[in-house]
């Protein structure tokens, strides 16, 4: 029995990392949501909009050391993000004027829009990997001090078997997402646009009879959506690394999560970012290092008390999908 | 109007002439045959969607339960490995069956509260155990032996035409799980469930060895009844024919087989357009049509919705699965990492919405359309992008813009797509 050795190692290979990602897809899944409660569709682009978006902050990124400006410890591509964001803001607002206004002043059935929405995945994934400095292949774009705190370091301080170790791009993770989580439901409850568009999402008609400019809250949707995947999208890139293809499969748990928390429900988002990158890793995460320190060894057998192996990460999020829509369609949060 | 349709699968029929002209026959009976498939998916599909609304997005898994299906059924038996551990793996299998049957018999039976609760849960995570114990077991006993080579089950040595039927059976039961779960709840929840079982499906294929040896691939899959190259380069008759006909045997042969691949795949294309077309004209045909169209008021009329749906979403997906094994069957060889969604799931979609959903011939023409242009641009890109930055120096950037030409095509067919959707959303050939 050991169980200071064994929460160590569950927080070290455990919860860190499933925090950090959590994070990530909670961002995601934020995204996800807020198109879905505005303008009503769910978008299959939103995996190649992050990418996008971290294609754009890799680029300011290199732009910035090549000047020699770097942000000290942290990576620099966190003093790229605003232009990305912009960058991107841009283009999901030239989107929506080229694509998806029609379909809405035409109010066509939502599944159409969704259609669209694949037409313009594709388009993204093309001009993603068109990009100079882009490509398909696997790009490392973080810099700066590579921990916050090192295994051998925490060792050293606690006298302990087991070390803790916290990557700085997942502190950075953490922060970033609570000051962009916060500010969000800031936005939403305390300024006058954001109470238009919870109006908007609450009752179309009503909101436009109180006159609510809803080209306008469409727009703010579209910029805050831009601002919210190109932060996901360049955490996650950071914290692993940016590859399109993996972006493009983040899809999934990314609907997942917006699924499991309740489509249309902020609140709803990040819980459900949380669940699934919580099941993902403890599910598929092998237990026999935690389990040493707490059971005899001679309890435990061969085994690496293993539920699933790493390649169904992808399971897991939708078996919870499926049991979400099974015992309740509308989610944790109640979304529409 | 049917002259129209003429002269559009004419013109397709002449991109292919001018391919095999400027190219090369080889090639543009190749992109023709996956063209046909493409247009029997695209017709599956067709189903789920045209006549019925449902936007699936799951299309690559049944694709790929098709191709697994060629190997389970097709390939040929390894006796040692089922020796080692086939009996006991199916009855772990039936045992995880078991586990959930009993689960979900426990929800039903017996009433609200924590101990129905309790049991569930008692029932899927004991039952989860006592499945990977005997499963662990069986499957590592599978895979050790003879892993350069098979390592895996192994099919049962049956021909191909039943395995493209059992192709067809195991799509429609992955169809069967996931249409329970999310018809009759918003559109959305179908297409993300879609998706998701897709990926699963794909998951299972890499990483399961005993069943089809995952990334490590399964060859020599057996041809359906189509002559191979080498034998008919030995043939005395097919010597001569060719000596007839004036062309090197070697030639002729590989388009030999490719044609005899041709009439195959049309006749099962042509098959399934007449049932397609019947079952669309039928009462059924109008009453799935009645509910697409206004759900409340087929629903007012006594029609059971959710039960059609969930029948033609089945049958959507037993057509694709058929055109996954007769793929997976022609090309001799399942190779899970070549099932990707854009191109078997994304790219079915623009066929049948370039092509016309809810036409059965719209989406034929879609699929040979569109396959003609997938592949022709892979082959075609890089010429293009050269002299598109023809103006540009020498460099890095040109090169990454030549090299990266091939990823054209994913921005064509978007563009294509979106215009398509917004200016003609009826397609090529409109639903009549």
């Avoid at chain 2, 191909?160 to 249409?179: D, K, N, P, R």
Wanted: charged share 10%; glycine share 10%.
């Amino acid at each position: 029995m050991d169980i200071l050795n064994a929460l160590v190692a569950f927080l070290n290979f455990v919860f860190v990392p499933a925090f950090g990602y959590g994070c990530q897809l909670a961002l995601g899944a934020l995204g996800v949501t807020l198109i879905f409660a505005v303008l009503r569709f769910s978008s299959f682009a939103h995996g190649d909009t992050m990418a996008f978006g971290t294609v754009m902050a890799i680029g300011f990124t290199y732009v910035l050391q090549a000047n020699g400006i770097t942000f000290g410890p942290l990576p620099t591509a966190l003093l790229a993000l605003p232009f990305a964001i912009l960058c991107t803001a841009l283009m999901l607002l030239g989107t929506d004027r080229l694509v998806y206004r029609f379909y809405r002043k035409k109010r066509v059935d939502p599944i159409i829009v969704t259609i669209a929405s694949v037409g313009v995945m594709f388009v993204m994934n093309g001009i993603n990997r068109l990009i100079p400095w882009g490509g398909v292949e696997e790009i490392n774009f973080a810099d700066g001090s590579r921990f916050l705190m090192e295994a051998a370091a925490f060792k050293e301080m606690t006298g302990l078997k087991e070390g803790l170790a916290i990557k700085t791009t997942t502190a950075v993770t953490v922060v970033t997402a609570a000051l962009c989580v916060a500010a969000l439901f800031w936005f939403l409850q305390k300024t006058r646009t954001g109470k238009s568009m919870r109006a908007f999402s609450d009752n179309e008609d009503l909101a436009l009879l109180s006159g609510i400019n809803p080209e306008r809250v469409v727009q703010v949707t579209w910029i805050i959506v831009a601002a919210l995947a190109t932060i996901a999208g360049v955490l996650y890139g950071l914290d692993k690394s940016y590859r399109p293809f993996v972006y493009f499969q983040l899809l999934l748990p990314i609907f997942s999560a917006a699924v499991v928390g309740g489509l249309g429900s902020p609140l709803g988002a990040i819980a459900g970012g949380f669940v699934i990158a919580f099941s993902e890793v403890m599910v598929t995460y092998a237990w026999k290092k935690v389990a040493g320190y707490l059971f005899p060894a001679d309890w435990l057998g061969d085994g690496l008390l293993q539920l699933l192996s790493t390649d169904y990460k992808v399971a897991v999020s939708f078996a919870i999908l499926l049991l979400v829509l099974l015992v309740k369609p509308t989610g944790l949060f109640k979304g529409k | 109007m049917a002259q129209r349709n003429f002269l559009l699968f004419a013109a397709v029929g002449l991109l292919f002439v001018l391919t095999g002209i400027l190219m090369s026959w080889n090639v543009s009976l190749q992109i023709l045959n996956i063209g046909v498939l493409s247009a029997i998916m695209a017709l599956g599909v067709n189903m789920q969607w045209g006549y019925a609304g449902l936007f699936s997005t799951g299309i690559m898994g049944s694709v790929a339960l098709g191709g697994l299906a060629v190997v389970l059924v097709s390939s040929q038996p390894n006796p040692e490995n089922w020796a080692a551990g086939g009996p006991q793996l199916l009855m772990s299998l039936a045992l995880g069956v078991a586990v959930i049957a009993a689960a979900i018999i426990a929800a039903q039976k017996m009433a609200l509260g924590r101990a129905r609760n309790f049991t569930i849960a008692a029932i899927l995570i004991l039952g989860f155990f006592a499945y990977r114990y005997f499963f662990d077991q069986a499957s590592l006993a599978i895979e050790t032996i003879n892993p350069e080579n098979a390592g895996n089950l192994g099919g049962l040595g049956l021909p191909s035409y039943i395995a493209w039927i059992v192709g067809a059976l195991m799509a429609a039961a992955a169809a069967w799980v996931i249409g329970k779960t999310a018809l009759g709840l918003r559109s959305d929840y179908l297409a993300i469930a879609t998706l998701g079982i897709a990926e699963i499906t794909l998951a299972v294929m890499k990483n399961e060895d005993w069943l089809a040896r995952g990334v490590k691939n399964v060859i020599k899959l057996p041809r359906p009844g189509v002559p191979y190259e080498v034998d008919l380069q030995q043939a005395p008759w097919f010597l001569s024919f060719a000596n007839n006909i004036g062309a090197d045997p070697i030639t002729a042969s590989t388009i030999f087989v490719k044609l005899v691949y041709l009439v195959l795949f049309g006749a099962v294309l042509l098959g399934l357009i007449w049932l397609s077309e019947r079952a669309l004209h039928s009462p059924w045909g109008r009453m799935m049509r009645a509910i697409r169209d206004n759900e409340d008021a087929a629903r007012a009329m006594g029609k059971n919705v959710k039960a059609r749906h969930l029948q033609i979403f089945i049958l959507g997906a037993a057509v694709v699965g058929l055109a996954g094994a007769m793929l997976t069957s022609m090309e001799g060889q399942l190779t899970p990492g070549n099932y990707s969604p854009l191109r078997f799931t994304f790219l079915i979609w623009v066929m049948v919405i370039v092509g016309g959903s809810g036409n059965n011939l719209g989406s034929v023409l879609g699929g040979l359309l569109i396959a003609w242009l997938w592949l022709i641009v892979e082959n075609a890109g890089p010429v293009i992008m050269s002299y598109a930055t023809y103006f540009l120096p020498d460099g890095g950037l040109k090169s990454h813009l030549v090299e990266s030409a091939a990823q054209l095509r994913l921005l064509t067919l978007g563009v294509i797509l979106l215009v398509v959707l917004r200016f003609s959303p009826k397609g090529l050939i409109p639903e009549k």
